[in-house]
């Protein structure tokens, strides 16, 4: 199975700042990446596919890139809705994995 | 519109058997496969298997093979995910989801998500 390797673990942060989290595959995907934001209680909702395709409705703040074996996701300028914890995903193989999530926490 | 309707919470004793329901409507059932993840509590997605409700073929991570069973019955609608003797370990948050596959040999990405079913196991 691919393995996905998400960075860091948490982050903590205030309104307005730039965030980056990094995901790293353990072969190469391709741009076979998604990203999803997960708040307490809900269930996780799509953010970005294909590495750097914006789901519908998602605000511009939200930005994707990569290839191959590395990826990030940028949050340009993080507001109050953005705490959260964020997972990558890659669908390179029809057995999906998940990173291990990162939690962004109000600094 | 899309929605993927998980049934209720559950709470079973070690050993007892348990089947949880996940209802597709507002798309064609058929043109997606499930899949199920699991949360177990204050973790990570984990990625139990799939099925293709077309023709009920399913696959399962490794992690999983043998402990769940992954079933559909797509004159209703309906995705399934079974056990047949629970453990304590099994207490968590289970995901229904939704994906098409993007290229022969790949998975995709979930644009739906069930509201998820919590199970609770318990002496």
């Known amino acids: ?107 | 519109e899309v929605q993927l309707v998980q049934s209720g919470a559950e709470v079973k004793k070690p050993g007892e058997s348990l089947r949880i329901s996940c209802k597709g409507s507002g798309y064609s059932f058929t043109s997606y496969w499930i899949s199920w993840v699991r949360q177990m509590p204050g973790k990570g997605l984990e990625w139990m298997g799939r099925i293709d409700p077309s023709d009920s073929y399913t696959n399962y991570s490794p992690s999983f093979q043998g402990h769940v069973t992954i079933s559909a019955d797509k004159s209703i609608s309906t995705a399934y995910l079974q056990w047949s003797s629970l453990k304590a370990s099994d207490t968590a948050m289970y995901y229904c989801a939704r994906y098409e596959q993007q290229l022969v040999g790949s998975g995709g990405f979930v644009d739906y998500w069930g509201q998820g079913t919590l199970v609770t196991v318990s002496s």
């Open chain 1, 1 to 107: 199975d691919i393995q996905m390797t998400q960075s860091p673990s948490t982050l903590s942060a205030s309104v307005g700042d730039r965030v980056t989290i990094t995901c790293r595959a353990s072969q190469s995907i391709s741009s076979w990446l998604a990203w999803y934001q997960q708040k307490p209680g809900k269930a996780p909702k799509l953010l970005i596919y294909k590495a750097s395709s914006l789901e519908s409705g998602v605000p511009s703040r939200f930005s994707g890139s990569g290839s191959g074996t590395e990826f990030t996701l940028t949050i340009s300028s993080l507001q109050p809705d953005d705490f959260a914890t964020y997972y990558c995903q890659q669908y390179n193989s029809y057995s999906l994995t998940f990173g291990g999530g990162t939690k962004v926490e109000i600094k």
